[in-house]
């Protein structure tokens, strides 16, 4: 396998409206960021990922972005994007920006002039289409509510949109798009930028015709995702981006690819196939349920290892993973896959990163995961800002079969913004985030976790990670290594083995509340212990018992 310095980094995903607030508004932006350059510096990750901070409506939270060349007002100026980006490389940390090109907003330019006439020069940029009967062109249902469709007045068609009708989808059969697009990403990364994480990439080509989707019974909408999810020119498109943009720069890029499969992601992101470096894979979040994506279902330990078992030796040698637990849309990792109970947030929280951290793959660390950030208990449904959350509430509730007390938990579990609350800084008011009004609320535990107590304690989780990322940087086989499975139906038990030129690592995690006894495999009593999150100082012995949420790393040198 080839050695790549993104192969070797590990990135901190920053939600900049969330991280840290410099002007009291409420809201975090790009000074604040740079004010907390050296906390991610001390914690030791080498890459930033930067949610979108481009000028934007905040439909979607900058997810709708109405000029790419220009900073959203209130997280500050282009001159504190180039400070920060500056400030950044002095310290040896890279910036990887958020790419949305899948849609715009509908306040762009391009749709402002795309909406005016069937003639406009603009109006191949997006996606146009006749009504039917009455209607819009197909039974596609969007992924935040409603249909896809928007029937726009001045014209009388309908335009296409995933997901809300205020980000609208970029046309990429339109070769003068996809020229503007590769323009710009060519002005990102002539500024320095050091790569992209492309949001849901994997869907940016749609066949000529859209033909209606699947219904479930009943349903009011159909499923779009069998004709947009890794389209027919979806590869196409991306090895022309590597070719005209990325291939000129050292840089990184990480494909959000829903829905995709070991095989796709092999062509996504091969050794050789020239598109993306890495992509993501959703299979351990995205649940299938009765409910679409609503549940309060925890993950199980056995599905969670079945899934990353599969990616791990899927990809080994032909392609490369992301590991992940949480993101900005995703519930608090150690809430979801962890015990956020009192009396094991802390152990289960170093389960998962140790567990995460130790598999093949770069791994990214979501703001405030290093200090064992966990879900909100949200009071009432006027405390919610996610247009996910609130449409779904829309589609579930007000207009759908369930009340209010049935839904209510899956929100409580679910939401977005969950891992929207501000970081939480320090016991101050407001965790330390503004001095103002935040623009969400903060999780009332932040006088018990929070930055500040996490850097006085030599046992906290962020020194945890911490050690983490220095072991990644003094052992090769963390990064390179081969994986194997072993007690592959363990209920409780997670044990792999990584490999590199005859050296070994055995990691060992007892994702259960209770005491579990477990006999190492040959030729690993005695060996070094690399990390632990308990006391445990050796393993002396072939049989030991695991504590509730033990996990222990030994290494077994050549
Ligand atoms: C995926 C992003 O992660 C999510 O936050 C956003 O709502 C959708 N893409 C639409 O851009």
Not at 65 to 89: K, V
Not at 121 to 132: A, E, L, M, T, V
Not at 293 to 316: E, Y
Not at 505 to 513: A, G, H, K, P
Request: aromatic share 14%.
């Amino acid at each position: 396998m080839n050695r790549a310095w993104w192969k070797e980094a590990v990135v901190y995903q920053i939600y900049p409206r969330s991280f840290m607030d410099s002007n009291g508004d409420g809201i975090g932006d790009l000074n604040g960021i740079i004010s907390k350059l050296d906390y991610l510096k001390l914690l030791g990750v080498d890459v930033i990922w930067l949610s979108p901070v481009y000028q934007s409506p905040n439909a979607d939270n900058g997810y709708d972005i109405s000029d790419y060349q220009a900073i959203m007002a209130e997280f500050g100026t282009m001159e504190d994007f180039d400070r920060l980006l500056s400030q950044a490389h002095g310290k040896g940390l890279k910036i990887v920006m958020d790419l949305v090109v899948n849609h715009s907003s509908d306040e762009h330019k391009w749709f402002v002039e795309s909406r005016k006439s069937v003639n406009s020069p603009y109006r191949n940029y997006y996606i146009w289409r006749d009504g039917k009967n009455g209607g819009p062109p197909n039974n596609w249902g969007s992924w935040f509510g409603g249909s896809t469709w928007t029937r726009d007045g001045a014209t009388g068609m309908y335009y296409l949109h995933l997901f809300s009708p205020k980000q609208p989808d970029l046309n990429w059969s339109s070769p003068a798009l996809r020229d503007e697009i590769y323009r710009m990403m060519t002005w990102w990364c002539d500024k320095g930028i050091d790569g992209f994480r492309m949001d849901v990439i994997s869907m940016i080509s749609k066949p000529d015709i859209l033909p209606d989707g699947p219904a479930e019974n009943g349903a009011q909408y159909g499923d779009f995702t069998p004709y947009c999810i890794h389209g027919p020119h979806v590869h196409e498109y991306l090895r022309e981006m590597n070719s005209r943009v990325l291939s000129h720069y050292d840089i990184m890029t990480v494909g959000e690819t829903s829905g995709v499969t070991v095989e796709q992601a092999r062509l996504y992101a091969g050794e050789d196939t020239h598109e993306l470096n890495m992509v993501f894979q959703f299979e351990h979040v995205d649940v299938p349920g009765k409910y679409a994506g609503w549940r309060t279902n925890k993950i199980s330990m056995p599905f969670l290892r079945a899934v990353f078992s599969k990616w791990q030796t899927g990809l080994n040698g032909k392609a490369w993973n992301s590991l992940f637990l949480g993101n900005h849309d995703q519930p608090r990792s150690v809430s979801q896959f962890g015990d956020d109970r009192p009396a094991f947030r802390v152990v289960s929280a170093k389960l998962l990163a140790t567990w995460l951290h130790m598999m093949q793959g770069t791994p990214y660390i979501y703001q405030g995961e290093e200090l064992g950030m966990t879900n909100c208990p949200f009071e009432s449904l006027s405390e919610f800002r996610d247009i996910d959350s609130l449409n779904g509430y829309r589609t579930w509730v007000e207009n759908g079969p369930l009340t209010h007390a049935q839904f209510w938990p899956f929100l409580l579990f679910k939401s977005r913004d969950n891992a929207r609350t501000p970081m939480q800084w320090s016991a101050r008011p407001n965790a330390g985030f503004t001095t103002g009004t935040p623009w969400i609320r903060v999780n009332p535990n932040y006088t018990e976790i929070n930055a500040e107590a996490a850097l006085a304690d030599p046992n906290s989780i962020f020194y945890y990670y911490q050690k983490l990322i220095r072991l990644r940087k003094t052992y090769p086989v963390i990064v390179y290594g081969s994986y194997a499975l072993l007690e592959k139906n363990d209920p409780n038990l997670c044990v792999y083995i990584r490999e590199l030129a005859g050296e070994k690592l055995l990691v060992i995690c007892n994702f259960s509340d209770k005491k579990q006894a477990y006999t190492l495999p040959e030729g690993f009593s005695g060996t070094q212990i690399l990390i632990t999150n308990l006391n445990r100082s050796a393993v002396d012995e072939p049989s030991l018992t695991l504590q509730p949420y033990e996990a222990v790393v030994l290494r077994r040198p050549v």
